[in-house]
Nanobody, 121 residues
């Protein structure tokens, strides 16, 4: 059984930064790939960033590349550092885990409950 709990969302002005955290509980965290997705009102849930179980593979959506950084640690946490935030980054952000994901599709096995990020202009 895997549980994911996101935190760190909030309201920030355009140009500001936020750091999201995802706490993993369950067995064998080291065998799971991790990712962040986001869903804006009225839109589909989209891939934002992903990191392989080893940390050696990192993937970003083109819309966030150069502004967001995904990372993970041995304490079963996954992070999303978000810099230079834009109003269009406003969404609910979800953490996801899977052993064999289709990286860019929202078909991952385990999901958190989401955390709201709102960027004001």
């Amino acid at each position: 059984q895997v549980q994911l709990v996101e935190s760190g969302g909030g309201l920030v002005q355009a140009g500001g930064s936020l750091r999201l955290s995802c706490a993993y509980s369950g067995r064998t965290f080291s065998s799971y790939h991790m990712a962040w997705f986001r869903q804006a009102p009225g839109k589909e849930r989209d891939f934002v960033a992903g990191i392989s179980w080893s940390g050696g593979g990192i993937y970003y959506a083109s819309s966030v590349k150069g502004r967001f950084t995904i990372s993970r640690d041995n304490a079963k946490n996954t992070y999303l550092q978000m810099n230079s935030l834009k109003p269009e980054d406003t969404a609910v952000y979800y953490c996801a885990a899977d052993r064999s994901p289709n990286w860019y599709r929202n078909e991952w096995t385990y999901w958190g409950q989401g955390t709201q990020v709102t960027v004001s202009s």
